[in-house]
């Protein structure tokens, strides 16, 4: 069964502090990956796409990572901003279809 | 640069009316179309998707149709509305390409009472 699975389901940490999220994926036959983020009431909008063959793909403050033997992926965030509050999906992309996570949400505190 | 528009940003509709959401893209020809929906901590759900004028594929069964008049305008409809089709609507368009990239809509918001 093809789907994405995202942890954790929601994050708080301080501003500057840096965080990880990760998503986990079984989307076969897989051509990439790629991580939105979703400001509250707006559209996601793409951070990063990563073919089988990248293992890190960076996007300012952003760095993503995949390993497509084990079939996980993470979204590093580097020194925290209060605008980086937000929800991140994971999307898989294989077979002409997009296999979306459910999300991780965000929150930034000062 | 290309651009996509949804309107309205906010709806709220009593049950049985009918609905009417558009979607329109700027700077591009001939893109694929595509009408998510996004209930509350659920994932996208693909609801349609077009790859020309008239051609319309459905992802799920449900109340709602969508239609697709001109080359980047999509629209999504609906007869009767009922109270589950309360939710976030996103319209994303994407350029056949390998990747496949899928740009979103700002999102309309449904909420049926």
């Known amino acids: 069964k093809n789907q994405v699975e995202q942890s954790p389901q929601s994050l708080i940490i301080l501003e500057g502090k840096n965080c990880t999220l990760q998503?986990?994926?079984?989307?076969?036959?897989?051509?990439?990956l790629r991580w939105y983020k979703q400001d509250t009431g707006r559209g996601p909008v793409s951070l990063t796409i990563?073919?089988?063959?990248?293992n890190t793909k960076s996007n300012g403050r952003y760095t993503a990572t995949l390993d497509a033997d084990t079939k996980q992926s993470s979204l590093h965030i580097t020194a925290s901003q209060l605008s980086d509050s937000a929800s991140y999906i994971c999307?898989?992309?294989?077979?002409?279809?997009?296999?979306f996570g459910t999300g991780t949400r965000l929150t930034v505190i000062p | 640069s290309q651009t996509i528009h949804q309107w309205p940003a906010t709806l709220v509709q009593p049950v049985g009316s009918p609905l009417s959401l558009e979607c329109t893209v700027e700077?591009?020809?001939?893109?694929?179309l595509y009408w998510y929906r996004q209930a509350a901590g659920r994932g996208l759900q693909l609801l349609f998707y077009?790859?020309?004028?008239?051609?319309i594929s459905s992802e799920v069964p449900q109340n709602l149709s969508a239609s697709r008049p001109q080359d980047r305008q999509f629209i999504l409809s609906s007869k009767k509305l009922l109270l589950s089709d309360s939710g976030f609507y996103l319209c994303?368009?994407?350029?056949?390409?390998?990747?496949?990239?899928?740009?979103f809509g700002p999102g309309t918001r449904l909420t049926v009472l």
């Open positions: 994303a368009w994407a350029n056949l390409s390998s990747y496949n990239e899928q740009f």
């Open positions: 998503c986990n994926y079984t989307v076969s036959p897989f051509s990439n």
């Open positions: 990563m073919t089988f063959s990248e």
């Open positions: 999307v898989g992309y294989g077979a002409n279809n997009l296999f």
């Open positions: 700077g591009t020809s001939n893109p694929n």
């Open positions: 077009s790859v020309g004028i008239g051609q």
